[in-house]
C-alpha cells in the first residue's frame, strides 16, 4: 500500500477492547504485562540527572522538588553535584555551596533520602563532583598515574652517568595546571621507577628491541646516577618514572576540586567506594531498604596517557614478553617497525582493558553489591573521548549499563555519530543478562527551553528501537530559588523540572516513555544474526544499521570474545546464547587479524552445524614471540574456510567467505521479521521482543509525514494486538491475514508515531477475513468493533473568531481576538510575540451530526508545544504530539458548542524578547544558547508558538 501524504499532521489513536477478550485468557505473564503497562511501575518510569550546581542547594526545595519529580511520575534521580562554568556563572548568580561529601552535604543528603523513601523514590549517588571518580579525599597512591621520562645522551666507555629525574610538566593534556603534591626534594610525593633502558643511536633504521638494555639494576634513583659501562658507540640513556598525572575532576564544585583516581587499580577503586559507603551508610541505616539504590561511575574522560604501577606485571602476565623495552614507543612509535608498533599496542590495549574492567568495574560492583548496592556507568564511551576498554565487556562487569544520545548535537565520524550509544549498551545489557539498558536522554548544546515533548519523542522512540529500556533524563537542575524563572540551568542536556514552561503538562510524556520501557524491560530482545564484533580494543559498537547491517527486516545481536568463547552454543544447527536468544547465523566481518583461540571456537561451531560467515583471518594481532601460532593460525584458516562464495550448508563444517549474513537468510529460507512494502524508503523502523509465547514489535514512522501501510511481521498460529504508548490502551485487531509463516495487518502512523504490536497465541474470532481496501484511505484506527477510517476530509472547520487570553504579569494584554489562528509570534504586540507559558484560546462553533453510527473526531492541527482541551466544559485531556487528535463523540452536541483549547509553550520566546527589548520577565545563569556558536539569546530565532491549526472535525466510518 503506497504511502499517503494527504495531510500534513495528523495522530492515530488505537481504543481499547474493553472487555480484553483478545488477550489469552488466563495467561498470568500476559495480565502482569497489561497491568504494568497500563500503569508502569518505578523501576520503568524515567529517572533524572538532579544537578545540584555548584553544590548550592535548598532543602525545602529540595523536598519540593522531589514532589514534584513524584507527581510527573518519575521513578528517581540521580544525586549530581557539580561545578558551573564561568561564563554561566557571572557575577556568582550561583555561590558556592558547601564541599561535596563534607557534612553540611551530608545532613542535606539526609533529607533527600528520607523525602524519597516517603514518595517511593529511587535514588542514585554519582560518585564525584562531577566527573571522572575522585575527591578531595584521594591521596597520591591512590590518584591517576602516568609515565614521563627523561634522557641523556651516554658515550663508549662511561662509568657514571647522571640521569636526571623527568621534568614534569606544568600543564595536563586539557591544559590544566597540574595539580600534583611534591616533597621537600622537590619530587611528586608519589614516584615510581619503572626502567632505566640503555639506547643505541641507529641511524635511518627502525630500533632492534634486541639491543635495548635494560639498566635498571645498576641505577640509584636517590643519586640519579646509573653505574654501568657503556659500550662502544653513541648510546641514550632514558629514565622512566611512575608518577600523578596530576589530572583534577572534570568539573567539581568551588569548595570540592579533588584529583582523580587510578581507574586501574583496584585499592584506589575500593578506597573511593568505601569512602562514599564509610559517610553515606550512617544517613540510611541499611542500604539493602534504602531508597539509594546504586552508585553511579560517569562516563571516562581522562585526557592523560594512563600508567599503573601493577601494568608492567600484569602485561608480561598476559602477554607472555616485558613491556620495557617497548617504553620508548609510548613517546615515539616512529623510532620502530610500523607493524611492531602496531602489535604491541594491540597488546597494551587489551592489558589497560583488563586492568580497568577488573579493577575498576567489577570491582566496584563487587564493593557495591556486598552492601546492597548496585553499580552503574557509562563505561563504554562515548567515542569522543579515549575509551581504554573493550566496551561490551566493561558495560557487561556493571549491574546497570548506561549510555548517552543527545537532541539536535552530532558528532560524526566517517559517517557515524560517535555519540549516539545505544546499540551498544543494549547488546552488553542482552548477552550478560543485565535486564536494564539505560540511556542518558536528551543532552544537548544548543536547545535551551526551545523544545517540546513532540520534539524529544522521535529521539526517544530511535533509541527504544536500537534497545533502550529506561530513560535518564538529562537533566534536572535544582533551583534554589522558587522564585523566578526559567531559574538556572546546567549548561548541557534538555531543561526538565517545574519550571521548564511545559512541566505541569508533561505527565502524558513521562507515561509514554514509561509504557515503552516496560514492555522492553520485561521481555527478551529477539535477532537473526549474530555479529561479532572483534578483538580489538575499545571495540565501541556504532548506531544501529551503520557500519553493519544485515538486511531491511532483520535485527543482529553483537557478541564480543568472552561471550564468544564462554557462552555461545549450537542447538539443532542454530547458535544459542542460553537464557539470551537463538540465531540463524553469526556474522565475523572482515578483520585481518585474530586470535587461534577465536579460531578454534568458530571451527567447532561450524562442526556442530551453526552457519558461520566472514573473511578469513592471515594473521594473529598481539606481538607474539611465539611464531608457530602464526603458521598454525594460518594452517587452519586454510582447512577451515570453505571456498568464497560458496553456499551455506553445501560443505558441513566450514566457514563461508564471500557471503553476506542477508544471503544466507535467503539462502535459508528465513523471511524478513517484519516488511511493508515501502522497505526501500527506509520510513519504518522497528524492534522485536518475546517471553513465553508472547511477541511485541515496536514500530516507528521514521518521517514527518503519515504513513499508512500493510505491515507483515514473522509469526504463526498467534493474534494480533495494538498496544498504544501513548494511551496506555488495548485494542484487538480482528482483520489480518496469515500466510507463509506471516501475518499481515495494516498500521496507520502519524509523523514520528510509534506502536506496539503484540502477538499473542490465542486465535482472534476474525481469522481468515480479507484485508479491507485502505487505499483511499487518509487514516484510521482500531477499535473492538473494527477498523475506524477517514477520507481526510473534515465535515467541519473551526474558523471563526478566537479569544485568546493570557495570564497577567508576563506584558502580554489580558485578552486578545484573533480572526483566525496563527501563530503568536506572528503578532506586532511584542507582549504577544514573545509570550511564554500558557494562553487560553475559547471559541465556539455549530454542529450538526451527518452518520449516526459514525465517530467525531476534532484534531487541533500544528501545536507548539502541548494542548489541552475543554468541549461544552467536558475534560478531554492533553495532546502533545501529532495529530492532537480528540474523540468528541461523547461530547459534541448537535448547535452550538464551546471549546477551550490550552496551549502551553516553553521560554525561549520569552528570553529573545527580553534580551531584545531589555524587559526583565526572565531570570536565567543561561546567556548563551549555542555552546559551539556562542549565540546570544537575541539571535536566538523564535520558536512559532499558540495554536496554529487548522481546527477540524472529522467522521470516522467503521469498516465492520
Known sequence: MRMLLLIVIAFVAFSCSSGMESGPRGNADYDRLVKGFQNPPTEARPKVYWWWLNGYVDTLRLREELRAIKEIGLGGVDVFEIGVPASENVGQAIPAGPAFMGPEFLETLKVVVDEARKLELEVGMNLASSWNAGGSWTKPGHAAKTIYMSKVKAHSGSTRIKVPFPTIPKLDPRGRTRVIKYGDDGKPEFRREIAVLAIPKEADTPLDTTRIVNVSAFFDSEADVLSWVVPEGEWEIHRYVCANSGEQLFMP???????????????????????????????????????????????????????????????????????????????????????????????????LSELMINNHYRKAKEISNSYGLKIASEAGGPGVYTIPVEALKALGSLDIPRGEFWHRTTRVEDGVDIIWLVKEIAAASHIYKRGIVEEEAFTSFINDWQEGPADLKPLADKAFAEGMNRVVIHGFTHNPNAEGVPGIGYFAGTHFNPKSGWWKVGRPFVDYLSRISYVLQQTDFVADVLYYCGDDVPNLVPPKNTRFKVGDGYDYEIINKEILLGQLTVENDKLVLPGVGSYHALYIGGAEASSYEVLEKLAELASKGAIVLGEKPVRTAGLSKDNEIEIKLTDFSDKVW??????????????????????????????????????????????????????????????????????????????PEIWDPTTGEIAAVRTFEEEGGQVSLPLSLPPHGAQLVCFTPQKSKAEGQPLPDLNNVSWFRYESDGIYVTAGVPILTVDKEWTVKFPKGWGAPDSMLLPGLEPLTNSDIPGVKYFSGTASYTTSFDFRKGNNEAKTVIQLGDVSEVAEVWLNGHSLGISWTPLFQYDITDQVIVGKNELRVDITNNWSNRLVGDAITGEKFTTTNIKVVNRTKKIGWEHVPLVPSGLIGPVEIYEMKAIR
Open 642 to 719: 570453505a571456498q568464497p562464495g560458496t553456499n551455506v550448508r553445501s560443505e558441513e563444517g566450514k566457514i563461508y567467505s564471500g557471503i553476506l549474513p542477508i544471503e544466507a537468510l535467503k539462502q535459508l529460507n528465513v523471511p524478513p521479521d517484519f516488511s511493508y512494502p515501502e522497505n526501500e524508503n527506509s520510513s519504518l523502523d522497528y524492534i522485536h521482543y518475546r517471553k513465553d509465547g508472547l511477541d511485541f514489535y515496536l514500530v516507528r514512522n521514521t518521517t514527518d509525514q503519515w504513513v499508512n501501510s500493510t505491515c507483515r511481521f514473522r509469526q504463526e498460529n498467534k493474534s
Open 253 to 351: 564544585s568551588a569548595q570540592s576540586v579533588g584529583p582523580i583516581i587510578d581507574h586501574y587499580d583496584s585499592s584506589a577503586t575500593r578506597a573511593h567506594l568505601e569512602f562514599f559507603v564509610d559517610q553515606i551508610r550512617p544517613l540510611v541505616d541499611d542500604f539493602a531498604t534504602s531508597p539509594i539504590k546504586y552508585f553511579y561511575l560517569a562516563s571516562y574522560e581522562a585526557k592523560d596517557f594512563a600508567w599503573s604501577t601493577t601494568l608492567p606485571e600484569s602485561f608480561r602476565r598476559m602477554n607472555g614478553y616485558d613491556i620495557a623495552k617497548f617504553l620508548p614507543l609510548l613517546f615515539d612509535n616512529s623510532l620502530f617497525d610500523k607493524e611492531l608498533v602496531e602489535r604491541f599496542q594491540f597488546d597494551l590495549r587489551m592489558t
